[in-house]
């Protein structure tokens, strides 16, 4: 199971932190994922991180999101600064295993213009 948080309400050019914590250790999964999903649209991926701390990110959110991986404490985080009214979705934690996908709850982030 995988447990998302810190989603909220945030004025444009403002910044949200969601942290999403593994039932598991983060060593079990060579992939974390976080996506979002717009009302009607698909669900898309955000950024994700290797275990070896390798980022990839969605080009909507280059340069203004960081994904970032605490092993110490278990959790992977996902930096959101000046964010846009675009950013408003449901975002999605995610963690790639050795034979599937475990997807979190979703935690809500809304930003007003």
């Known amino acids: 199971q995988l447990q998302a948080s810190g989603g909220g309400l945030a004025q444009a050019g403002g910044s949200l932190t969601l942290s999403c914590e593994p039932s598991?250790?983060?060593?079990?999964?060579?992939?974390m994922s976080w996506y979002r999903q717009a009302p009607g649209k698909e669900r898309e991926l955000v950024a994700d991180?290797?275990?070896?701390?390798?980022?990839n990110y969605a080009d909507p959110v280059k340069g203004r999101f960081t994904i970032s991986r605490d092993n110490a404490k278990n959790m992977v985080y996902l930096q959101m600064n000046d964010l846009k009214p675009e950013d408003t979705a449901l975002y999605y934690c995610?963690?790639?295993?050795?034979?599937?996908?475990?997807w979190g709850q979703g935690t809500q982030v809304t930003v007003s213009s």
């Open positions: 995610a963690a790639d295993g050795m034979t599937s996908t475990t």
């Open positions: 598991g250790s983060l060593y079990m999964y060579s992939l």
């Open positions: 991180i290797t275990t070896g701390g390798d980022t």
